[in-house]
């Protein structure tokens, strides 16, 4: 199995975005000294008193100066706020900073009503699917140069390394995301940790419906990867313990409360108790929105979720009440998988 990070760039309690983007490139020289595969970052707007992670564009170029051999992307770009050009230029000029490390995730989602219109952003498209299917086509198409001639962008070229182009990813939760990547044969990465009820379907309608297309860089056969909100310590109730923090954050997000995320203790409190260990065994329909173990838990859990799914990457998503408590999870995953 394949392990991958993707990191929101938190922002630690009475600490600055600076602190958290130290953080950050803390993580990925970790995850590349564990050998772990990816290193992404994460796009979200408007939470900066928890989340630092607004422009992954601009963060990769310096996780490619501060890291050698990681493959680096973003876990994703929401496209539906940007124009496809700009965003094929950005992961050109990364390519040129990293040749052939780059992964140019792509995926879509609406914040605040406040923050889609200061990003100039239309909640409002007839067909959204149609729409996010053209362009994650367009970013292909200008990474690729592979406009036909006489299309109006044949002339536009954008700089690259040469060497590589960006690795196309069609990141979502749900089937509509999955046919999309199907329809465009690009490899696909569900997240689970959203929507965890919908992977076994998402992945059905990914397989059946693949297809090798005409677009440059489409894939020969589909190829997947979960990410998965795990919680990994020595102890399975150590990391049940962890794991409050994650499962109360959930808890105020249902109730509208964005942004936030508690101490250990008062997720405990929250959450009406230390949240039940992860059993080591799932039902065959049970997917839990947030994992957690000891390393040999947690190498059983993603053995039997990758399994379920048919596929040999994971990519560990995390919500922790510290840099330590992640850090340490990272390191124990890693241990318990073998990749150290």
């Not at 059983?300 to 922790?320: F, K, P």
């Amino acid at each position: 199995m394949d392990l991958s990070v993707v990191d929101l760039s938190p922002v630690p309690n009475d600490g600055t975005a600076s602190d958290a983007y130290a953080n950050t490139v803390e993580a990925a020289q970790q995850a590349e000294k564990l050998g772990y595969s990816r290193f992404w970052v994460a796009e979200h707007h408007s939470m900066a008193d928890t989340i630092a992670g607004t422009t992954p564009e601009v963060l990769l170029g310096h996780l490619a100066a501060e890291t050698e051999s990681i493959r680096l992307g973003s876990g994703a770009v929401l496209l539906n706020h940007y124009s496809p050009f700009k965003v094929a230029e950005q992961f050109g000029v990364l390519d040129s900073l990293a040749p052939g490390r780059i992964d140019a995730g792509l995926g879509r989602a609406n914040g605040s009503p406040a923050a889609d219109q200061a990003l100039g952003t239309d909640r409002h498209i007839q067909n959204p699917d149609e729409d996010h299917a053209e362009k994650i086509e367009a970013v292909v198409n200008h990474l690729y140069d592979d406009y036909p001639d006489g299309h109006p962008y044949s002339d536009l070229q954008i700089p690259r390394s040469g060497e590589d182009v960006p690795t196309p990813w069609v990141l979502g939760s749900s089937p509509s995301s999955a046919a999309i990547a199907a329809e465009l044969g690009l490899p696909y990465c569900f997240a689970a940790f959203i929507r965890p009820q919908l992977a076994t379907r998402s992945f059905e309608t990914y397989r059946e419906q693949f297809q090798s297309s005409s677009l440059a860089g489409s894939i020969g056969e589909p190829q997947g990867m979960i990410a998965v909100n795990a919680v990994c310590a020595e102890t399975d109730e150590e990391a049940a313990r962890l794991r409050a923090v994650a499962e109360a954050s959930y808890q105020r997000m249902q109730r509208g409360v964005v942004g936030t995320r508690p101490s250990i203790e008062e997720a405990i409190d929250e959450f009406g108790g230390v949240p039940e260990p992860t059993p080591a065994t799932l039902t065959a329909d049970e997917w839990p929105r947030a994992i957690s173990g000891s390393p040999e838990t947690i190498s059983s859990l993603l053995e039997r979720l990758t399994e379920r799914v048919g596929v040999d990457e994971v990519m560990i998503q995390h919500i922790h009440a510290t840099h330590t408590d992640a850090f340490r999870s990272h390191e124990l995953i890693a241990e318990g998988i073998g990749l150290t």
